[in-house]
């Protein structure tokens, strides 16, 4: 389970608490001292723009596993009047507010993968990887995965939780919801993960039986499990409670189905559902901690960007802000 961290940018000040957060992550990672620096430089960056362009908004820093290397992901989000013209932005020397204009250039140049999503009026969010060596880090073959899973204002720990298994011919993904939030929530949520993982090799709706049994001495949750089949271009999801799911193509949209209960307490029935998967693909998995009322469609162009930006875009405007949130978005390549 790894959960972003998240920092407020609304004064000058709090882009020293931003990039003492990213730099102490990068260490912690094992980066090096030329790589450590990228990351406090990209960060510091990110968050001046916010204070400069935007009057404000969120970095929120993950850390990245990708085969054998560790990586640090830096999403920045906010409300503010946007980019009517995003190539202009990048180019060294151009400046709206008589800086340098130098930033979001050096922000592309330090980064191992870079991408902006930015609508007039709405907002920008800016989506940054950067890796603990130089050495070049191509995306997983069958599958971009974003995600942000964070805990109720106030609280230290998470009760939501996510987790992924991928293989040549399948991958397998999860978000629960323990009952409430805090310590106990998480609880739940940590062990739901853990029969998760051990019973990756099940179906969706056994590994949901088995965290049945599991989660009884636990305060319960609610969970709902996706099995993407490359080889038969399908999904096979199970689903208890009210984790939210979709699937959408260029030219499709399903909403997955889900069994009411309490995975751990009270379970009615277990079924799982078939739907037809697409080269590209876009799965949405999130948690009551996001509201449900968004639309994809309102976000032209959206669909085509790394499916951080697009979780992030989520919780930006649609984060309830009284619960934990989780936002899963999985894409396929082929997109």
Same mark, same amino acid.
């Given at each position: 389970?790894?959960?972003?961290?998240?920092?407020?940018?609304?004064?000058?000040?709090?882009?020293?608490?931003?990039?003492?957060?990213?730099?102490?992550?990068?260490?912690?990672?094992?980066?090096?001292?030329?790589?450590?620096?990228?990351?406090?430089?990209?960060?510091?960056?990110?968050?001046?723009?916010?204070?400069?362009?935007?009057?404000?908004?969120?970095?929120?820093?993950?850390?990245?596993?990708?085969?054998?290397?560790?990586?640090?992901?830096?999403?920045?989000?906010?409300?503010?009047?946007?980019?009517?013209?995003?190539?202009?932005?990048?180019?060294?020397?151009?400046?709206?507010?008589?800086?340098?204009?130098?930033?979001?250039?050096?922000?592309?140049?330090?980064?191992?993968? @870079? /991408?902006?999503? %930015?609508?007039?009026?709405? *907002?920008?969010?800016?989506? =940054?990887?950067?890796?603990?060596?130089? +050495?070049? #880090?191509?995306?997983?073959?069958?599958?971009?995965?974003?995600?942000?899973?964070?805990?109720?204002?106030?609280?230290?720990?998470?009760?939501?939780?996510?987790?992924?298994?991928?293989?040549?011919?399948?991958?397998?993904?999860?978000?629960?919801?323990?009952?409430?939030?805090?310590?106990?929530?998480?609880?739940?949520?940590?062990?739901?993960?853990?029969?998760?993982?051990?019973?990756?090799?099940?179906?969706?709706?056994?590994?949901?039986?088995?965290?049945?049994?599991?989660?009884?001495?636990?305060?319960?949750?609610?969970?709902?499990?996706?099995?993407?089949? @490359? /080889?038969?271009? %399908?999904?096979?999801?199970? *689903?208890?409670?009210?984790? =939210?799911?979709?699937?959408?193509?260029? +030219?499709? #949209?399903?909403?997955?189905?889900?069994?009411?209960?309490?995975?751990?307490?009270?379970?009615?029935?277990?079924?799982?559902?078939?739907?037809?998967?697409?080269?590209?693909?876009?799965?949405?998995?999130?948690?009551?901690?996001?509201?449900?009322?968004?639309?994809?469609?309102?976000?032209?162009?959206?669909?085509?960007?790394?499916?951080?930006?697009?979780?992030?875009?989520?919780?930006?405007?649609?984060?309830?802000?009284?619960?934990?949130?989780?936002?899963?978005?999985?894409?396929?390549?082929?997109?």
């Amino acid at each position: 389970m790894r959960e972003s961290v998240a920092i407020t940018i609304t004064e000058s000040s709090q882009t020293g608490e931003a990039r003492r957060a990213a730099m102490a992550l990068a260490t912690r990672l094992g980066f090096q001292e030329t790589e450590r620096g990228k990351v406090g430089i990209v960060v510091t960056e990110v968050a001046n723009n916010l204070v400069q362009h935007a009057d404000g908004g969120v970095v929120l820093l993950r850390t990245l596993n990708q085969h054998l290397a560790v990586g640090i992901e830096v999403l920045s989000l906010d409300k503010g009047s946007g980019m009517v013209d995003v190539d202009q932005c990048l180019q060294d020397g151009f400046s709206t507010t008589g800086t340098s204009g130098n930033g979001m250039g050096a922000i592309r140049r330090l980064s191992g993968f @870079f /991408e902006i999503y %930015s609508i007039p009026n709405q *907002g920008t969010a800016l989506l =940054a990887h950067l890796w603990s060596d130089s +050495t070049p #880090h191509p995306p997983e073959k069958t599958l971009e995965i974003g995600v942000i899973c964070l805990p109720k204002p106030g609280e230290d720990v998470s009760g939501d939780a996510w987790a992924c298994v991928v293989d040549g011919r399948r991958s397998l993904l999860l978000v629960a919801d323990g009952l409430g939030h805090g310590p106990a929530a998480a609880t739940a949520a940590s062990q739901a993960v853990k029969i998760f993982q051990d019973d990756h090799h099940r179906s969706p709706g056994a590994i949901l039986e088995a965290a049945h049994t599991a989660l009884r001495s636990t305060r319960g949750a609610v969970l709902a499990i996706a099995e993407i089949d @490359f /080889e038969q271009q %399908s999904v096979c999801f199970a *689903g208890i409670g009210n984790i =939210a799911a979709s699937i959408f193509s260029f +030219t499709e #949209h399903h909403n997955l189905l889900s069994h009411n209960g309490t995975v751990g307490h009270e379970i009615r029935k277990i079924q799982e559902f078939s739907y037809p998967w697409y080269s590209n693909g876009l799965l949405i998995m999130h948690s009551d901690g996001l509201g449900a009322k968004w639309q994809l469609d309102r976000y032209p162009g959206l669909s085509q960007k790394h499916p951080s930006l697009i979780a992030g875009v989520l919780y930006r405007d649609f984060n309830r802000e009284r619960d934990d949130v989780t936002v899963l978005v999985v894409k396929g390549m082929g997109r």
